[in-house]
C-alpha cells in the first residue's frame, strides 16, 4: 500500500529555533513537495524536488529550506522559526509521467511557533 | 497566472441530500482537474479527476464533469452520508508540469 509519512503529526517550538520537519515515501517516487495549509487560502506550494539533490522553489519559499539527500526523503527546514509559520504542513510525492501523475499526501504536521 | 475559486463553507446538510459543491477555474492551455477530500485528521486523497473536456470523473457516488465552456468541474453527489463530512479540494494541473493548483478548500458537514 503506497505510504507517505512525517515524522510528526503535532510540534511545538519557539520563535527563532531551527526546525527540521521530514518526509518519507516508500514508493519510489521521483517527485516529493512540500505545501502549507492555512484556513482561507488552501494549500500552497512551498518547495519541491524532482530528484535526488535537486529542488525548486514554490510560490511561498521564503523563510524555508529543504534537502534531498535520498530519493525516499525529503526535509524541510525553517532555519528560524517565525509566529506566522504556525501552520499545518503537507508532504506529497508523485512519479514522473508524461501526462498527470497522481500526488500521494502524508497526514500533514501541525506546527506552532510561540 | 493559473487559479481555481469553490465556494465557500461550510455546507451543512442532513443525510441522504443533494450535493454540489461549486469550482470554477482560470488556466491558459488545457488543464486537467481534480477533487480531492481530506477527511478529520488525514492528510489528502484523489477523489477524482478528468483530464479533458466533457470528461466526467466519477467515484465513491460522486461525480463532475469538466465544462471548458464554463471553466467549470463542480462536484456532486445524489445522496450524502454522514461518513462524507470531510473538506473538499478543487485543484488543476496544466499541461507539462507537475504543480497543482488548489482551490481554498469546502467544508463539508453531514448530519444524521
Known amino acids: 500500500d503506497v505510504k507517505v509519512t512525517q515524522s510528526s503529526r503535532y510540534l511545538v517550538k519557539r520563535t527563532g529555533e531551527k526546525v527540521f520537519l521530514e518526509c518519507v515515501q516508500d514508493m519510489d517516487h521521483e517527485n516529493m513537495f512540500w505545501y502549507r495549509q492555512d484556513p482561507g487560502l488552501g494549500l500552497r506550494l512551498i518547495y519541491f524536488s524532482y530528484d535526488v539533490k535537486m529542488k525548486e522553489k514554490g510560490d511561498i519559499p521564503e523563510g524555508y529550506s529543504v534537502s534531498r539527500e535520498k530519493k525516499e526523503r525529503f526535509s524541510l527546514i525553517l532555519e528560524s522559526a517565525s509566529t506566522n509559520q504556525t501552520s499545518m504542513y503537507l508532504c506529497?510525492?508523485?512519479?514522473?509521467?508524461?501526462?498527470?501523475?497522481?500526488?500521494?499526501f502524508g497526514p500533514g504536521t501541525r506546527l506552532t511557533v510561540l | 497566472g493559473d487559479s481555481v475559486t469553490q465556494m465557500e463553507g461550510p455546507v451543512t446538510l442532513s443525510e441522504e441530500a443533494f450535493l454540489t459543491i461549486n469550482c470554477t477555474y482560470t488556466a491558459t492551455g488545457y488543464p486537467s482537474l481534480f477533487w480531492y477530500v481530506q477527511y478529520p485528521g488525514e492528510g489528502l486523497q484523489l477523489l477524482l479527476k478528468?483530464?479533458?473536456?466533457?470528461d466526467k470523473g466519477s467515484n465513491k457516488g460522486f461525480e463532475a464533469t469538466y465544462r471548458k465552456e464554463t471553466t467549470s468541474f463542480h462536484l456532486e453527489k445524489g445522496s450524502v452520508q454522514v461518513s462524507d463530512s470531510a473538506v473538499y479540494f478543487c485543484?488543476?494541473?496544466?499541461?507539462?508540469?507537475?504543480?497543482?493548483?488548489f482551490g481554498t478548500g469546502t467544508r463539508l458537514l453531514v448530519s444524521p
Open positions: 478528468a483530464t479533458k473536456a466533457d
Open positions: 506529497a510525492s508523485s512519479r514522473v509521467a508524461g501526462g498527470y501523475s497522481e500526488q500521494f
Open positions: 485543484a488543476l494541473l496544466n499541461t507539462g508540469f507537475q504543480k497543482l493548483v
